[in-house]
């Protein structure tokens, strides 16, 4: 009787686990499908070396920002500004350039259609320093700005006076064509992105907020085409930053007698303060696996057989994922709110007992939390009063501490289709997915003007070549200046001349802020069709 029940049980058993395994593989295979090819796209081509040649010289300029305004060298912004004209008489001539808090620069060109919402590219003046000195390790000079082996080498190759110099050698190639798009054009270009960017970006956009203008999108750096991107993935990946992480900075203070080392209390102020900033390390924010989710519904067909089980059934393997992605520091910072303390200080002698003990902890905010809940998480993740937790800087924790993560652009929206389009077009072996941005950009400071802010720059880079990223031997290859501005070309005049049946604003929802900002994005994701949007609203309808 107890042997029929027995072998009842295990056959029970058995059929199940057939039926999860089975459940498990089709989930596997249907996840992701392939990304199809673009079809063939002729991009103008544009003379590599003597873009390279311009970059050069923008790179001798050294415009490095520095929080102290009196170590900033502003005859080197001021050169900068002196050698765009020389070099785009055509967009001095023709756009209209105003002159933002000093060094930051705004040009307009006018569009043939003032009723459409206009696009904006933006990049960034500013450099972070370089060591000049003979052991630094550049092999050429980081502000020489030298054409050597195929290359351009220096400070701001890659960050990001590419940026500026591909969009400007863009725009002058349209407007020597007499190219005028039916949307206006804005270029804005910050002076202090590597310090916040609070008197660039941050003020052409409250300028363009307060003439009341709305971008349709706006295209800043953030991401770019990497190869190696993916562990396992041999073909390039290009990311499309879609939204980019909070920030917050906060101050841990402690404060008990001092007194002489030779009779301690049990507890110190250095002893307290380091319990509170290992527990803070012990305790990781929690882990979200939906912005990896939505990154590898799009390239889940590349990855090997195994990754792709596991991201398919995320219902089953969520836990081992979350566990396998946060030992890989990108990948933990793309499933959660990062913690890291940054500055430490108390004491200042070895036989006194300090009174005081502080240190500074800084937290990148993943989309789904924000800088209130954060703050919670921090004070019982502490559970001691005795240490204070105030913002770095100023009272509130929004503002020069700490910010929100921005709103996620729309992946639905013809400005992103077009882009990832025109990305797959340039760059035909590589896959294209929307990501979140991990470090902090200009882009932020444009949501008072766009929901649609899409950070990318066109150009293909190693895992190598974005270690050097402020870094040492930051360059970039001759052959992705042409690439670059060739691509430039293409994106204004396809996002320049947008049809206006695009701006027709969706009935108000509600604000998004899950990322990622549609569900059903997922089932079609990667190849959507333009179709609609391509064919030309027939005359005669047309009043
Ligand atoms: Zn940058």
């Known amino acids: 009787m107890i042997g029929t029940i027995l072998t009842s049980i295990g056959i029970g058993l058995g059929v199940l686990v057939l039926f999860l395994a089975a459940f498990i593989l089709l989930k596997t295979v249907l996840y992701s499908p392939p990304q199809k090819p673009a079809e063939h796209k002729e991009f103008v081509e544009v003379d590599g070396e003597s873009v390279a040649e311009r970059l050069g010289l923008a790179v001798q300029l050294k415009t490095i ?5 009196k170590k900033v060298d502003g005859n080197a912004f001021l050169g900068l500004h002196r050698l765009f004209q020389t070099l785009y008489p055509q967009v001095h001539a023709k756009l209209t350039r105003e002159i933002i808090n000093d060094y930051s620069l705004l040009y307009t060109w006018e569009g043939k259609d003032p009723s459409l919402k206009p696009i904006m590219l933006t990049s960034h003046l500013d450099v972070v320093p370089a060591d000049e000195s003979e052991e630094s390790g550049w092999i050429h000079p980081p502000f020489s700005g030298e054409i050597a082996d195929g290359y351009v080498w220096g400070r701001g190759t890659l960050d990001i006076k590419s940026g500026v110099i591909g969009v400007l050698e863009a725009v002058e190639y349209l407007l020597k064509q007499d190219f005028q798009p039916e949307r206006t054009v804005y270029l804005g270009f910050g002076h202090d992105e590597e310090i916040g960017g609070e008197y660039g970006a941050m003020a052409i956009a409250e300028l363009l907020a307060s003439r009341g203008v709305k971008l349709g999108s706006l295209l800043d750096e953030g991401g770019s085409v990497i190869n190696g991107f993916l562990p396992g993935v041999d073909r390039p990946v290009a990311v499309i930053g879609i939204s980019e992480k909070g920030y917050l900075s906060l101050i841990l203070n402690v404060e008990m007698d001092g007194g002489h080392s030779s009779m301690p209390a ?7 303060l380091a319990r509170a900033v290992a527990s803070l390390e012990l305790n990781p924010m929690p882990a979200h696996l939906e912005v990896v989710e939505f990154l590898m519904s799009y390239l889940g067909s590349a990855l090997p057989f195994w990754q792709r089980m596991l991201f398919a059934n995320t219902w089953l393997f969520g836990g081992l994922l979350k566990q396998r992605l946060s030992e890989t520091n990108m990948l933990n910072a793309t499933i959660r709110t990062t913690t890291a303390p940054t500055i430490i200080e108390a004491g ?7 009174a005081k003990a502080e240190a500074v902890v800084n937290f990148r905010i993943l989309p789904g939390d924000d800088l209130r809940s954060v703050y919670e998480m921090v004070l019982e993740r502490i559970a001691d009063e005795r240490v204070k937790v105030t913002p770095y800087q100023g009272d509130t924790l929004e503002g020069e501490s700490g910010w929100d993560p921005s709103p996620v652009a729309d992946t639905d929206s013809p400005f992103y289709l077009r882009l990832a389009r ?3 077009e340039a760059f035909p072996d590589a896959l294209v997915a929307p990501y979140l941005v991990l470090g902090g950009t200009d882009a932020r400071h444009y949501a008072v003007i766009t929901d649609n ?3 990318f720059t066109p150009i293909l880079m190693s895992m190598a070549d974005v270690g050097t990223v402020h870094g040492v031997n930051e360059k970039l290859s001759i052959e992705e200046c042409s690439h670059m501005v060739g691509f430039y070309i293409a ?3 396809e996002l320049g001349n947008l049809s206006g049946e695009v701006d027709i604003e969706p009935e108000e929802e509600e604000e998004i802020l899950v990322f990622p900002p549609e569900d059903d994005a997922y089932a ?6 333009l179709e609609e949007l391509d064919e030309e609203p027939d005359k005669d309808e047309v009043e």
Request: net charge negative; proline share 6%; charged share 30%.
């Open 348 to 354: 200042m002698k070895d036989n006194i007992l300090p």
């Open 422 to 424: 025109l990305t797959k």
């Open 491 to 493: 994106y204004i005049q």
């Open 266 to 272: 049990q507890e110190t102020a250095i002893g307290v």
């Open 453 to 455: 802010a899409l950070r």
């Open 65 to 69: 920002s520095y929080h102290d305004p």
């Open 524 to 529: 079609e994701m990667g190849e959507r069709e």
